[in-house]
């Protein structure tokens, strides 16, 4: 009898000291958690064979993590939740999850960021010779290159980059052969789809030394805010389209030979004549443009960078207030005669000052 209790203890004892060396496990789905700067939700999936319990390491507010401990063995999941960043670009933390016997712990990084992409260009211009040009980037994030429509015409490289705030992107043409242009455009996207910056691209020669007695009508203007970023606010765009040769209730520009011109605009179902002065310097792609206004000593002014100057597109881009940029794409339907611009200087009005660029006389 007493050997058998004997046995028995050593077995108890071998058993304890099995359970004892008994390995700790947690497993996580993942121990990175990212938010956008809105509050949000994220998952994690949680598989662990022993008791644990969690903290957040640096006593961070911003965030809340649940449940906080398990007493048995468990398959379940973590719920993070994240309040709403203001006034920060980016913001990071960190909690522990650690096995009651302290044998194991895991770590969970957890980050809130505002995504930004900003160019030193949106809009490329190349001749129909072979070329090259490179824009800058500055990024907080991974970014990658999608060519929108397919085009084989050009290449991008790179096409994914890493975190940067002196970076470059190298776009590089084949020659084109055809008549008229061609374009296209890419997207750089970061890492978790929340900035967003595209780039345009055209193609062809620039046929137009000088604008002086042509007319052209508008097919298409495009309107968008940027952010402190100069990231595009996507619900701001919006863009109207035209027929260029409705001469009756079209969007016209004249342009005269003295350096004078006429907008034609409509305010509803009114037709309006802005009277305005320009120079076309194709040698720097730039339209420049003054507009009387009311005012004696105030003048509404733009610097338009032309992208294209063909007569199938004549396209140009600026800022047109502070943060708002218009992007306008028009095609030659004519020249002026000496009656129509008689007719059209006793149209003219002079614009209102109001959130326009201006600048004093």
Request: proline share 3%; glycine share 4%.
């Amino acid at each position: 009898m007493k050997t058998r209790n004997l046995i028995l203890a050593i077995i108890a004892l071998a058993m304890l000291g099995l359970a004892s060396c008994k390995k700790e496990t947690i497993t996580l789905s993942s121990c990175d958690v990212w938010f956008p700067i809105e509050a949000d939700t994220a998952f994690i999936d949680i598989n662990a064979d022993c008791d644990w319990s969690l903290s957040i390491d640096d006593n961070a507010d911003w965030y809340s993590v649940a449940p906080t401990n398990s007493e048995s063995d468990s398959i379940g999941q973590l719920v993070v939740i994240a309040q709403p960043m203001e006034n920060q670009e980016i913001r990071n933390s960190s909690f522990t999850i650690l096995s009651k016997k302290g044998k194991t712990s895991v770590k969970v990084n957890v980050t809130q960021q505002k995504e930004t992409i900003t160019l030193s260009d949106y809009e490329l211009w190349f001749p129909k010779e072979a070329g090259s040009k490179s824009i800058e980037i500055k990024a907080n994030c991974k970014w990658t290159v999608g060519i929108d429509d397919g085009a084989d015409w050009y290449t991008v490289a790179p096409m994914a980059g890493e975190p940067t705030s002196q970076g470059s992107i190298t776009i590089a043409t084949q020659p084109y052969e055809g008549e008229g242009y061609r374009s296209s455009s890419f997207t750089i996207t970061s890492e978790h789809g929340r900035a967003v910056a595209k780039v345009y691209l055209s193609q062809n020669k620039l046929e137009f030394d000088e604008i002086i007695n042509l007319v052209f009508g508008v097919s298409k203007i495009e309107h968008w805010n940027t952010d402190f970023f100069g990231q595009m606010i996507e619900d701001s765009y919006k863009h109207k389209e035209y027929d260029p040769f409705d001469t009756t209730k079209g969007y016209m520009m004249y342009f005269f030979e003295d350096g004078h011109g006429v907008q034609r605009d409509h305010h509803k179902d009114t037709v309006v004549y802005y009277a305005f002065t320009y120079d076309y310097n194709p040698s720097i792609q730039n339209l420049h443009i003054e507009f009387e206004t009311v005012s004696d000593t105030v003048i509404e002014s733009y610097d338009a960078s032309v992208l294209t100057a063909s007569e199938a597109l004549f396209r140009f881009m600026h800022e047109y207030k502070p943060n708002w940029w218009e992007r306008a794409d028009m095609r030659k339907i004519g020249t002026i005669n000496p009656d129509q611009k008689a007719f059209l200087k006793q149209k003219t009005t002079k614009r209102k000052e109001n959130e326009g660029i201006f600048q004093i006389r």
